[in-house]
Protein backbone atom coordinates (compact mmCIF):
# COMPACT_ATOMS: atom_id res chain seq x y z
CA UNK A 1 0.00 0.00 0.00
CA UNK A 2 1.08 3.50 -0.55
CA UNK A 3 1.08 6.77 1.12
CA UNK A 4 0.44 9.68 0.28
CA UNK A 5 2.96 12.57 1.59
CA UNK A 6 1.15 14.87 3.95
CA UNK A 7 1.64 18.61 3.10
CA UNK A 8 1.84 20.68 5.83
CA UNK A 9 1.27 24.63 5.21
CA UNK A 10 3.88 26.96 6.79
CA UNK A 11 2.25 29.18 8.90
CA UNK A 12 3.40 32.52 6.83
CA UNK A 13 1.55 31.14 3.49
CA UNK A 14 -1.76 30.56 5.60
CA UNK A 15 -4.66 32.68 4.13
CA UNK A 16 -7.92 34.13 4.35
CA UNK A 17 -10.77 31.52 2.35
CA UNK A 18 -12.96 32.51 0.16
CA UNK A 19 -16.47 31.69 2.95
CA UNK A 20 -14.72 34.17 4.65
CA UNK A 21 -14.06 36.97 2.64
CA UNK A 22 -17.81 36.52 1.86
CA UNK A 23 -18.49 36.66 5.32
CA UNK A 24 -16.67 40.23 5.61
CA UNK A 25 -18.74 41.36 2.43
CA UNK A 26 -22.17 40.70 3.77
CA UNK A 27 -21.19 42.13 7.06
CA UNK A 28 -19.48 45.38 5.36
CA UNK A 29 -23.14 45.47 2.98
CA UNK A 30 -25.52 45.25 6.24
CA UNK A 31 -23.98 48.00 8.36
CA UNK A 32 -23.80 49.70 5.36
CA UNK A 33 -27.86 49.51 4.44
CA UNK A 34 -27.86 50.43 8.34
CA UNK A 35 -26.36 53.76 7.40
CA UNK A 36 -28.02 54.09 4.63
CA UNK A 37 -31.30 56.41 5.95
CA UNK A 38 -29.20 58.49 8.33
CA UNK A 39 -27.18 59.87 5.30
CA UNK A 40 -30.69 60.05 2.87
CA UNK A 41 -32.23 62.18 6.72
CA UNK A 42 -28.60 64.55 6.46
CA UNK A 43 -29.23 65.33 2.41
CA UNK A 44 -33.21 66.37 3.35
CA UNK A 45 -31.83 68.62 6.52
CA UNK A 46 -29.39 70.05 4.09
CA UNK A 47 -31.74 70.56 1.61
CA UNK A 48 -34.34 72.22 4.17
CA UNK A 49 -31.82 74.76 6.28
CA UNK A 50 -30.25 75.81 2.92
CA UNK A 51 -34.04 76.85 2.23
CA UNK A 52 -34.10 78.43 5.39
CA UNK A 53 -31.25 80.04 5.14
CA UNK A 54 -32.06 81.74 1.93
CA UNK A 55 -35.22 83.01 3.30
CA UNK A 56 -33.56 84.37 6.62
CA UNK A 57 -31.16 86.23 4.63
CA UNK A 58 -34.02 87.38 2.37
CA UNK A 59 -36.01 88.86 5.39
CA UNK A 60 -33.03 90.23 7.11
CA UNK A 61 -32.29 92.17 4.12
CA UNK A 62 -35.27 93.75 3.78
CA UNK A 63 -35.95 94.51 7.43
CA UNK A 64 -32.71 96.14 6.89
CA UNK A 65 -34.20 97.88 3.93
CA UNK A 66 -36.62 99.31 5.72
CA UNK A 67 -35.21 100.36 9.11
CA UNK A 68 -32.62 102.60 6.56
CA UNK A 69 -35.93 103.95 4.81
CA UNK A 70 -37.56 104.57 7.92
CA UNK A 71 -35.22 105.69 10.70
CA UNK A 72 -36.40 106.93 14.23
CA UNK A 73 -36.82 110.50 13.19
CA UNK A 74 -39.71 113.11 13.33
CA UNK A 75 -40.44 112.84 9.37
CA UNK A 76 -41.64 109.24 8.98
CA UNK A 77 -45.77 109.27 8.40
CA UNK A 78 -48.36 106.46 8.38
CA UNK A 79 -48.88 106.92 4.92
CA UNK A 80 -45.13 106.22 3.98
CA UNK A 81 -44.71 103.27 6.16
CA UNK A 82 -47.85 101.53 4.72
CA UNK A 83 -46.88 102.21 1.22
CA UNK A 84 -44.06 100.31 2.23
CA UNK A 85 -46.05 97.13 2.47
CA UNK A 86 -45.62 94.21 -0.01
CA UNK A 87 -45.88 90.86 -1.16
CA UNK A 88 -43.96 88.47 -3.63
CA UNK A 89 -40.26 89.83 -2.86
CA UNK A 90 -37.65 87.46 -4.92
CA UNK A 91 -34.73 86.61 -3.45
CA UNK A 92 -32.10 88.34 -6.27
CA UNK A 93 -29.63 85.70 -5.55
CA UNK A 94 -31.80 83.10 -7.15
CA UNK A 95 -32.91 80.71 -4.24
CA UNK A 96 -36.37 80.63 -4.85
CA UNK A 97 -36.89 82.30 -1.56
CA UNK A 98 -39.46 85.02 -1.32
CA UNK A 99 -40.74 87.74 0.98
CA UNK A 100 -43.87 89.99 1.73
CA UNK A 101 -43.65 92.67 4.05
CA UNK A 102 -46.95 93.14 5.96
CA UNK A 103 -47.51 96.89 7.61
CA UNK A 104 -49.93 96.97 10.87
CA UNK A 105 -52.41 99.78 11.23
CA UNK A 106 -51.80 103.25 12.12
CA UNK A 107 -51.71 104.60 15.42
CA UNK A 108 -54.54 106.23 17.25
CA UNK A 109 -52.42 108.99 18.60
CA UNK A 110 -49.12 110.24 16.69
CA UNK A 111 -46.32 110.07 17.91
CA UNK A 112 -46.71 106.01 17.92
CA UNK A 113 -45.26 103.16 16.29
CA UNK A 114 -46.57 100.73 13.33
CA UNK A 115 -45.95 97.51 13.81
CA UNK A 116 -43.73 95.80 10.91
CA UNK A 117 -43.70 92.25 10.02
CA UNK A 118 -41.98 90.13 7.16
CA UNK A 119 -42.59 87.00 6.80
CA UNK A 120 -39.93 84.86 4.64
CA UNK A 121 -41.06 81.36 2.34
CA UNK A 122 -38.90 79.14 1.04
CA UNK A 123 -38.74 78.08 -2.78
CA UNK A 124 -42.13 75.56 -2.38
CA UNK A 125 -43.55 76.71 0.88
CA UNK A 126 -47.09 78.31 0.90
CA UNK A 127 -46.48 79.30 4.80
CA UNK A 128 -43.98 81.17 6.50
CA UNK A 129 -40.50 79.39 7.08
CA UNK A 130 -38.97 82.49 9.04
CA UNK A 131 -40.77 85.78 10.18
CA UNK A 132 -39.10 89.00 11.69
CA UNK A 133 -41.04 92.00 13.48
CA UNK A 134 -40.05 95.10 14.29
CA UNK A 135 -41.74 98.60 15.19
CA UNK A 136 -41.29 101.83 13.27
CA UNK A 137 -41.72 105.39 14.69
CA UNK A 138 -44.17 107.42 13.16
CA UNK A 139 -45.48 110.83 14.26
CA UNK A 140 -47.49 112.22 11.15
CA UNK A 141 -50.56 110.00 9.68
Known amino acids: MTSHPTRTIPADQAGVSLVEIVVAMFILAMMSIGVLP ?56 GSGAHAAVVVGECPAEYPGTVAVRIDGYGPDSTKPVVELTSEILVVTP
Not at 38 to 61: C, K, P, W
Not at 66 to 75: D, G, K, M, Y
Request: glycine letters at 8%; proline letters at 4%; one cysteine or more.
Open 38 to 93: LMMGAVAASAGNRDLVAATSLVNGQLAALEAAFPNTSENSCAAVSAAAAAGITDPS
